[in-house]
Antibody
Framework: EVQLVESGGGLVKPGGSLRLSCAAS????????MNWVRQAPGEGLEWVSS????????YYSDSVQGRFTISRDNAKNSLYLQMNSLRAEDTAVYYCARTWTVAGTDYYLDVWGKGTTVTVSS | AIQMTQSPSSLSASVGDRVTITCRAS??????LGWYQQKPGKAPKVLIYAATGLQGGVPSRFSGSRSGTDFTLTISGLQPEDFATYYCMQDYNYPRTFGQGTKVEIK
């Protein structure tokens, strides 16, 4: 079964750091672009970051550029999001999602985890 | 970044109704658009990919269409399990961008 399981969420003070993880199983992780998407309480979906299959290319939203770092370990079938300088507006459920990738071209998000909650508050 | 303008933000409909939701892209994105359904407390799920492709396992009452930079999700014969929030997302380039969402509620 194709599965993504996020972990690492929690309560952190403004200015603090947190590292999210996403464990993948049931598919060849190293072949797919992976993503983080978040959803603030009562709000819509916001794409946060993506990383290509080899880890050579990363993309970020303007709202997290310079504060968050996406990475992956293909040997461990794992995706990460290092979040620094956290702000109250980073409070959200963070979803890990797989991009359907064919011949190196990224398409839609076809598999999603259940999410992990990050709360930034003093 | 490409802006995705989704409308309406909410709608009320009855079981059996035909429902249409629209997303307009701020520039040409070819057919590079997906539609996602999200139920409360759950992760999103893709319904339509490449503007018109039906994802495996999704009922055929869901369909997508494109006219230029306007994209439409149609639900033909709304079912009780379809009451949810729907989002479009362009996958033409990075940064990826979502529409604001449309909440489909029971009339």
């Amino acid at each position: 079964e194709v599965q993504l399981v996020e972990s690492g969420g929690g309560l952190v003070k403004p200015g603090g750091s947190l590292r999210l993880s996403c464990a993948a199983s049931g598919f060849t992780f190293s072949s797919y672009t992976m993503n983080w998407v978040r959803q603030a309480p009562g709000e819509g979906l916001e794409w946060v970051s993506s990383i290509r299959s080899s880890g050579g290319y990363m993309y970020y939203s303007d709202s997290v550029q310079g504060r968050f770092t996406i990475s992956r370990d293909n040997a461990k079938n794992s995706l990460y999001l290092q979040m620094n300088s956290l702000r109250a507006e980073d409070t959200a459920v963070y979803y890990c999602a797989r991009t359907w990738t064919v011949a190196g071209t990224d398409y839609y998000l076809d598999v999603w985890g259940k999410g992990t909650t990050v709360t930034v508050s003093s | 970044a490409i802006q995705m303008t989704q409308s309406p933000s909410s709608l009320s409909a009855s079981v059996g109704d035909r429902v249409t939701i629209t997303c307009r892209a701020s520039q040409d994105i070819r057919n590079d658009l997906g539609w996602y359904q999200q139920k409360p407390g759950k992760a999103p799920k893709v319904l339509i990919y490449a503007a018109t492709g039906l994802q495996g396992g999704v009922p055929s009452r869901f369909s997508g269409s494109r006219s230029g930079t306007d994209f439409t999700l149609t639900i033909s014969g709304l079912q009780p399990e379809d009451f949810a929030t729907y989002y479009c997302m362009q996958d033409y380039n990075y940064p990826r961008t979502f529409g604001q969402g449309t909440k489909v509620e029971i009339k």
